[in-house]
């Protein structure tokens, strides 16, 4: 004999909030039981949720304020049986009328014909219903999520339509008959409320007004507290805890930088360590979107949002989960209201809500994230060599050439060593060349990567797929010493010219052309040096006396606290300031760039963390431009979790660990 779930005086309690008969409330508690559990008056989410509110908010607004005692019920509802899933309506003939004068749909013809739009819709949107068994209705929404059920209702039900569409003027549009939306609701104005967990709440508790003598949501809606009702500890969901429900934007004025890269890892870690993290791609591009579409555990599950295909893309061992959803198809416009109301309600859910747009200043979806969001994050560029060739030691051939930052050496030569090769190869055809290469200067600009490969990625173009690898070996196996020595001389001049401002922006003072060509021959740097892959020379270490020990000689410290702050604080405006409205604090600046920041610098970053125009995070994020980067973002591998000790999987996690501190702390 099976063994009955104890739900020994919860079924009154439950009554007290839907007005159920203690037969139909039991037996919702012990199917509830049998599937795992859950809160006394179970929630929903997603487009359930969504329906629930717009019928109850349009269903206040057409009734207005009256007594419960009069309609049999608060607006004529005199029960409700609500599953995690759906709800049931039980309603008094007198709530039966008003509610389809609330929801029914349709097209009223514009008053004045001069107008842009030849009807006006009232009800809600898209509403159709269809009879049941047992004279049932059951309501629902075309190209929408959910549907509530109306017990013992039918008879009444089809009167009230028959009697609206009766009233209705010469040439309005009876919209619930058609199959399809019509013209006239296309475009309609979205009824959602903006608080739409709220209200699905109270239409779910809807008995705990029946005894009030005065009711009116769309004036006084009840507080937090009316809604959890009387007992409050039997309402919590199945881990008992509230979501931290914060919207973030990751933004930067420039694209290419790796900031979608960056938001996915983050929200990977968050994920792992326990919280619900929502990526809304609202990007115009899409990138996250289409590059995670393989990696769906599930895909439509009930959306948080209340917008269809949502996709879940990781699960953590503590309860955490990722989900994306895809962004508008709003137009040159950029998402709209719904959409606002649609990531409003997804904080009932998610604990972090994560904005992907496209650049600042650029796309209408940027405009909207930075206006909605609680919190700011800006990334900037971390520019090849501006910090680490104060820190680290040049690694020259031996000669007098010293005073020359080993970074730009490297540089510039590498790209030099390239971009002859290429010209060698194109059998005279230089200024074709010289415009691709332009172009893989800019391109440094954007990645962080070497410009020896912004110009071989560009050059790979004009290759075949099979020939790439063997395009990168021959750059890589070439010395200027083979090279030809006219060739070499020749294209110095436009070398120079065509790299000359990406250079200069990214390496400030340290650029130096002239001392380069005068090291061009002399100097040799080894394929090791400029690799990503190997480590930055050692560091001075703080003898006991407080001298500094490079282990090649005495050195003093070479860097001046105060430009460090200039030149960040100036590539924070330059790449994070915004023309619009910024809703949410800027918590963080986040640098990218193309490989680790030495530890002197992230411990001077540390150290100057307040002297800054905002907080920026010591922990450098590896670009775009890196190899293992760009595939993981290409192929949504959440890199951060899958590869926990792979080098830029721990950077990643190290801004994520340090973010959420000042995520989380926003008011």
């Given amino acids: 004999m099976a063994v009955q779930p104890r739900i020994f005086g919860l079924p009154a309690k439950r009554r007290a909030y839907t007005g159920e008969s203690h037969q139909q409330a039991r037996q919702r508690l012990v199917q509830q039981r049998q599937q795992g559990g859950g809160p006394l008056v179970p929630d929903t989410s997603g487009g359930q949720a969504a329906f629930e509110a717009e019928v109850l908010s349009l269903t206040a607004a057409a009734v207005g304020p009256h007594h419960p005692a009069d309609l049999g019920g608060a607006y004529g509802i005199s029960a409700v049986s609500p599953t995690a899933t759906g709800l049931d309506l039980t309603m008094t003939d007198l709530g039966i009328a008003d509610l389809v004068e609330a929801i029914l749909p349709r097209a009223l013809p514009a008053k004045d014909s001069s107008a842009a739009a030849l009807y006006r819709v009232t009800g809600l949107p898209g509403l159709r219903y269809v009879p049941l068994t047992r004279g049932r209705i059951r309501l629902y929404r075309l190209g929408h999520d959910g549907d509530i059920v109306l017990v013992d209702g039918a008879r009444t039900w089809r009167h009230a339509a028959d009697a609206l569409a009766a009233g209705l003027p010469a040439g309005a549009i009876e919209c619930w008959t058609h199959d399809e939306l019509t013209d006239a609701e296309?475009?309609?104005?979205?009824?959602?409320?903006?608080?739409?967990?709220?209200?699905?709440?109270?239409?779910r508790r809807i008995a705990l007004w029946r005894k009030t003598d005065l009711v009116d949501l769309s004036r006084r809606f009840p507080s937090p507290q009316q809604i959890a009702g009387p007992h409050p500890d039997l309402l919590a969901d199945g881990d008992g805890r509230t979501p931290i429900g914060r919207t973030v934007a990751i933004v930067s004025r420039k694209g290419g930088l790796g900031r979608s890269a960056l938001l996915l890892q983050a929200a990977a870690v968050w994920a792992q360590q326990g919280l619900r993290v929502l990526i809304a791609d609202l990007d115009e591009q899409g990138t996250l979107t289409h590059s995670t579409a393989g990696r769906n555990q599930e895909r439509d599950p009930a959306p948080w949002s209340g917008v269809r295909g949502e996709a879940v893309l990781h699960r953590g061992p503590t309860g955490g989960e990722l989900r994306i959803v895809p962004g508008p198809s709003d137009g040159p416009q950029g998402p709209g209201e719904r959409w606002r109301h649609a990531l409003e309600a997804a904080k009932s859910y998610a604990d972090l809500i994560l904005l992907d747009t496209g650049p600042l200043n650029a796309t209408p979806d940027a405009a909207f994230a930075t206006d909605m969001a609680d919190a700011v994050v800006i990334c900037f560029p971390y520019p090849p060599g501006h910090y680490d060739s104060r820190y680290t030691e040049p690694q020259l051939s031996p000669g007098d050439h010293s005073q020359y930052p080993a970074p730009m050496l490297a540089w510039l030569t590498e790209g030099f060593r390239t971009f002859v090769a290429y010209c060698e190869e194109s059998e005279g055809e230089h200024e074709a060349a010289i415009e691709l290469l332009r172009l893989a200067a800019r391109r440094t600009e954007y990645t962080g990567e070497p410009l020896d490969l912004a110009f071989q990625a560009l050059a790979e173009d004009f290759e075949s797929e099979d020939d790439a690898e063997l395009v990168r070996e021959y750059y890589r196996g070439i010395s200027l010493d083979l090279l030809d020595r006219d060739l070499v001389q020749t294209l110095q001049a436009p070398f120079l010219q065509a790299v000359e401002d990406s250079g200069r922006g990214q390496f400030g003072a340290d650029w130096d052309p002239d001392g380069w060509r005068a090291t061009l021959l002399t100097v040799s740097i080894t394929e090791a040096q400029v690799s990503n892959d190997v480590p930055a020379p050692?560091?001075?270490?703080?003898?006991?006396?407080?001298?500094?020990?490079?282990?090649?000689?005495?050195?003093?410290?070479?860097?001046?606290d105060g430009q460090v702050i200039a030149d960040v604080n100036?590539?924070?405006?330059?790449?994070?300031?915004?023309?619009?409205?910024?809703?949410?604090?800027?918590?963080?600046?986040?640098?990218?760039?193309?490989?680790?920041?030495?530890?002197?610098?992230a411990a001077q970053l540390t150290r100057l963390a307040n002297d800054f125009s905002c907080p920026i995070m010591p922990h450098l994020v590896v670009g775009r431009g890196h190899g293992t980067v760009q595939s993981a973002l290409e192929s949504g591998e959440l890199l951060a979790v899958t590869r926990p000790n792979h080098a830029t999987a721990r950077a990643w996690r190290s801004v994520a660990d340090s973010l959420l501190p000042r995520i989380t702390a926003t008011p």
């Fill in 570 to 601: 100036r590539l924070v405006k330059q790449f994070g300031t915004y023309s619009g409205t910024l809703a949410g604090a800027v918590v963080a600046a986040v640098p990218v760039g193309p490989r680790a920041l030495p530890k002197e610098a």
């Fill in 186 to 203: 296309f475009g309609a104005a979205p009824s959602s409320p903006v608080d739409i967990l709220a209200w699905s709440r109270v239409l």
């Fill in 538 to 560: 050692s560091f001075s270490t703080p003898e006991a006396d407080g001298s500094t020990d490079t282990g090649r000689g005495e050195r003093d410290d070479l860097v001046d």
